[in-house]
């Protein structure tokens, strides 16, 4: 039986899709695919994760203090739960992020299996979605880290890539070999003229003890600087706040920067599950665009 810890990322801005996306109602929180905002289709994805015997918790969400009540209500809306919001009180990056839901979690007494996702994403096929993540939670169990990769359509060059084992099929779990920088336009048609790499959706599955321990080990200036914040918190209800000056104090970077480009080759050995879900970021006007329903204009 696997315990399964939902964790969202709720902290981007999505300046680029201004101005319906602004500081104050940024774009996770909109419906720009449906009657669900971006934030309640990920957590609606999440909350179905679990198999016969799992047991799937309540998300834990990260976000800014002054999207608190508007995340809570969504959530109510969607008719899910809250474990717990962690309100940053200035932006650190996913990294700190990460952090604080592994430390809120172990501090129940367990080890869950964290799968994480930004608040931001749109899937036009749940079931295969659901799939995948299934896969990647297996390998998460047995101590894994698991990241989700996009088979790619198109020579991108927006995405960080990941470089996978060569033999990888739609659900297997391979190696990663690499990470790769978001490329120009001929060395991102290479990539696809090559195969074997994908695009970092940015979604990851492994346990909580095994993001912290791997921290320590390849940044420990954020695990120590985390873990002090995280000491100096508040909680109000389900609202738990760090310590401000403290995580002010914390170094910004990404869940990639400091963790995952280092794991392979590492103690830390990192797989990758291929994700062909109808995948979107949402990051710009024209990728709305392309998931949205249009007629023979192509309005």
């Not at 104050?24 to 179905?48: E, H, I, M, N, Y």
């Not at 297996?138 to 989700?148: D, F, P, Q, T």
């Not at 695990?223 to 706040?241: E, G, I, L, P, Y």
């Amino acid at each position: 039986m696997a315990r399964i810890q939902p964790v969202i990322l709720c902290g981007g801005s999505g300046t680029r899709l201004w101005p319906l996306s602004r500081s104050g109602f940024p774009k996770q929180f909109l419906s720009l695919t449906g009657d669900d905002s971006l934030f309640q289709q990920a957590a609606k994805r999440l909350s179905v994760l679990g198999e016969q015997g799992d047991l799937v918790s309540e998300p834990i969400i990260i976000c800014h203090e002054d999207h608190r009540f508007l995340a809570q209500e969504q959530l109510r809306e969607a008719g899910i739960g809250l474990a717990a919001a962690l309100l940053e009180p200035v932006g650190r990056n996913t990294a700190p992020a990460l952090t604080l839901a592994a430390l809120h979690a172990m501090e129940q007494g367990q080890d869950p299996i964290l799968v994480v996702t930004p608040a931001d994403q749109t899937v036009t096929d749940p079931k295969a979605f659901t799939l995948a993540m299934h896969q990647a939670i297996k390998s998460a169990e047995a101590g894994g880290i698991v990241i989700l990769g996009i088979q790619p359509d198109r020579p991108e060059t927006g995405y960080g890539y990941i470089k996978a084992i060569s033999g990888v099929t739609r659900g297997a779990v391979s190696q990663v070999e690499k990470f790769v920088e978001k490329p120009d336009s001929k060395t991102a048609q290479h990539y696809l003229a090559e195969g074997g790499y994908y695009w970092n959706a940015g979604m990851f599955v492994l346990k909580a003890s095994v993001w912290l321990k791997a921290l320590k080990e390849f940044r420990l200036d954020i695990a120590n600087a985390t873990q002090a914040a995280w000491q100096s918190k508040t909680s109000d209800a389900k609202f738990v706040r760090p310590g401000k000056e403290e995580f002010a104090a914390v170094p910004s970077e990404s869940i990639d920067y400091a963790v995952m480009e280092y794991c392979p080759g590492s103690p830390f050995p990192i797989h990758m599950v291929a994700l062909d879900a109808g995948w979107s970021d949402l990051g710009a006007w024209d990728a709305v665009w392309g998931v949205l329903p249009k007629d023979a204009q192509g309005n």
